[in-house]
């Protein structure tokens, strides 16, 4: 804790992980609701994502629970992504729509398969959820046997790389999932962060992690690389089908790389 009565938080986030990109975006988001006359900053270092804030590490992670255990699918009419998020009042938005102007019929963020309900899917991680406490490390707690969105780079990888799927020979439930950071992402592309303009074209998405102190409010710029002669790093990530092609199949997002 510095003089200034912030707190330097380091949170285990990885920035070539796309799921911990988008789970840094919600805890911006959500800091930045908490009104202090000291400003908050945050930024990517070499072990993580370093937020400075008035909070502390507990309420930072106990708001942000009970945020993203509000969060609802609300279902709209015609294919499973055809829908909206709310939380309360609040409503966000579909990420899994794309806005190209190009003529993609697809988001890269719509990832599950046409057979999977995202109310169910969000609800069944909502119940996996653990609270957060000092004793339990709450973004690297796991549970089996649902399913992910796809974003999280550690997930769902293993029978894709065999060459077939794990929903269809069975091992989903070796795949383990982390409640958090599923919650996490999926809040923050549909609320904090316009996910659209981050899409390279029907398959990929790019973005930016700055690694100099930055206000709270310009995060979502500085994320989507629109912040003129801020230090940073761009990634680009191409999510991936099964082996025996995408259709209605999952996808995933492996892990990004440096863009040139």
């Known amino acids: 804790m510095s003089n200034d009565s912030l707190n330097e938080l380091l949170l285990p986030l990885d920035e070539r992980n796309l799921a911990h990109v988008l789970s840094a975006v919600a805890f911006v988001a959500l800091a930045s609701r908490i009104s202090s006359p000291l400003p908050s900053t945050c930024w990517w270092g070499e072990q993580g ?12 992670f106990d708001s942000t629970d009970d945020f993203i255990r509000s969060v609802r699918w609300i279902p709209g009419i015609g294919t499973a992504e055809q829908g909206i998020f709310v939380a309360g009042r609040e409503l ?11 003529g ?3 988001s890269p963020f719509k990832t599950f398969s046409g057979q999977i309900d995202p109310e169910k899917l969000l609800n069944e991680q909502q119940g996996r959820l653990r609270t957060p406490t000092n004793s339990d490390p709450w973004l690297l707690q796991t549970s089996r046997g649902v399913a992910s969105w796809g974003f999280d780079r550690r997930v769902g990888s293993h029978a894709y790389d065999l060459g077939f ?3 269809d020979e069975g091992s989903g439930n070796l795949d383990p999932i982390y409640p958090a950071v599923e919650l996490l992402s999926i809040t923050a592309a549909s609320f904090f962060a316009a996910v659209q303009g981050w899409q390279l074209d029907e398959n990929a998405v790019g973005y930016s992690v700055w690694t100099r102190p930055i206000s709270l409010p310009l995060v979502s710029c500085a994320v989507a690389g629109r912040l003129d002669n801020l230090p940073a790093r761009q990634y680009r990530v191409t999510n991936r089908g099964a082996a025996y092609g995408k259709g209605a199949a999952y996808r995933f997002f492996p892990e990004s790389a440096l863009r040139s």
């Open 104 to 106: 993609q019929e697809k």
């Open 49 to 60: 994502f370093v937020l400075r804030t008035p909070l502390n590490e507990a309420a930072l």
């Open 165 to 167: 799927s794990s929903n």
């Open 92 to 102: 966000g938005s579909n990420p899994f729509i794309s806005l190209a102007e190009d």
